[in-house]
């Protein structure tokens, strides 16, 4: 089944030789984030910790916003603190989030009661309350001259097959057309032209671009290695 991303593109941080800012580029402009002075920073931006639970602050706020709103209570002011501690327990780290909601107006007990439980199906909450995954892939910057051409008559996909770190990204993402255990590895029939070019541009590394093809070009489907 192919995966959908929560964003359509991906948040990218970049740092430089500056302890420890880096900038966060997301879809509609760039913040700073840092580390505090005990930690060797220079405190100019939140601290990921700081950013891990302003994200479910604003999700909780966000959440029970729609609900209130939907509902047509009159509770124009929510206050949500966050913060968190760590423990052990079987050698295992827990992570303990602790969220204090404020209405700061009267609410019936049947009111706080329905909101609590909103808040607790907020989407971050069932992110952080699910199970998590994190798939680390690592690149580097090279040149490499070597490429494959992949065409549907209408766009033509290169793979560089030595910039492919076989993070199978396009794999899970576009199985009908990046699939390893076929020959090529890409076929270029397996979805629309705009399927194609959306998955290709979510390669990490480069090794998939494409261009389109001028009319009359000839519909080429090169060989190759697959990245498996
Ligand atoms: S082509 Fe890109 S997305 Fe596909 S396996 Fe290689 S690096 Fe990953």
Redesign the pocket.
């Known amino acids: 089944m192919a995966i959908k991303y929560l964003l359509d593109n991906p948040v990218e941080g970049n740092i430089f030789t500056q302890k420890y800012q880096s900038t966060i580029e997301w879809r509609n402009g760039k913040f700073v984030s840092d580390e505090p002075v005990k930690s060797g920073g220079q405190d100019t931006g939140p601290d990921p910790y700081t950013l891990l639970l302003s994200a479910h602050a604003s999700c909780t706020l966000a959440t029970l916003r729609m609900y209130i709103d939907r509902k047509g209570w009159d509770i124009p002011h929510i206050a949500v603190k966050a913060n968190m501690y760590q423990t052990t327990k079987d050698e295992k780290l827990i992570t303990v989030i602790d969220r204090d909601i404020n209405f700061l107006q009267p609410v019936t007990d049947e009111q706080r009661e329905k909101l609590t439980d909103i808040a607790k199906a907020c989407p971050v909450s069932k992110i952080l309350e699910g199970e998590i995954v994190v798939r680390t892939y690592t690149y580097n910057n090279s040149d490499t001259p070597k490429h494959i051409n992949y065409s549907n008559g209408e766009v033509t996909v290169v ?1 560089k097959p030595d ?9 899970t993402g576009l199985p009908g057309v ?1 699939d390893v255990n076929k020959h090529p590895w890409i076929n270029m029939q397996g979805a629309d032209t705009n399927a194609i070019v959306e998955q290709v541009n ?4 480069g ?2 671009s494409f261009y389109k093809n001028t009319p009359g070009e000839a519909n080429t489907a090169e060989n190759g290695n697959s ?1 498996a």
């Open positions: 793979w910039v492919c770190k076989h993070s199978g990204r396009c794999v990046f979510k390669c990490p590394t090794a998939l990245p």
